[in-house]
């Protein structure tokens, strides 16, 4: 009797092991084969969470979100280095990094559809702040301009004589919207006093197409001759097929900035 006790105890004690050294051995075979890539890799690797997630900000037009009384241009992009996240500006006119135009111009940090909310107002000095035609560096779809937080703003500046205050050199796609609504209102204006052939407030040149300005006010004070080139919004240097072409003015109060009258708008 204790040896039949003996032999059932061995032979349960042999089962365990033996069903423990196929499992081990399963688990190893499996291993084995997901390192040689002969099986899929088990639920719990495939589960496995990311190392990083990114996480992309979600574009807000006509909401301020990263501007200061110093920096009052918001530029907000789909793509760039800088895409989905809202980057502020002291100016349109400044070197990259500074000025809006100049970082679009880059084709780097703002690509895709732009979006630039005028936050505050500002004073682009004596310098025009110039938007080259995307492929010559920067790579833009459409750009939009419009003012934001509810108050009038103003884009000014006494530009030196025979340029604009803002040139659209080759741009399409740009709307300049000043809204007027919800307190919402763009004033863009050229102080300076000149005959200078050049001179005035916006130029589209070098075939701008498909562009607009609406809602806004467009003020300058040149005094050139009817058949020069100039004033408050002007069209020049365009090749005679292509042209400066499909561009649109609706709704602006065009006059003089401050007593100057301009000699035309």
Known sequence: MLNRNRKVRFVALFTIIALATVAIAANWGSVWAESLGLIAPTSQAAEAPPESTTIVRVMTPGICDATSALLPIEVESSGGTAAGVPTAYATFSGIAG????????AGIVHTGTITIDVCGDTNEGTATATLNASGSGPTYTSIVIS???GAPRTISGATTAANPTIDFNGADNV???????????????????????????????????????????????????????????????????????NNTVSNCNLGPAGANLPSKV
């Open 98 to 105: 500074t000025g809006a135009f100049a970082t679009i111009n």
């Open 147 to 149: 003012p934001a937080g």
């Open 175 to 245: 709307t300049i919207n000043g809204l007027n609504t919800g307190g919402n209102s763009l004033t863009i204006s050229n102080t300076t006093v000149s005959a200078t052939s050049g001179t005035g407030t916006i130029r589209y040149s070098t075939d701008a197409t498909s562009n607009t300005i609406t809602n806004s006010s467009i003020l300058g004070s040149a005094t050139m001759a009817v058949g020069t080139n100039g004033g408050n919004i002007s069209f020049v240097s365009a090749a005679i097929t292509t042209g400066n072409d």
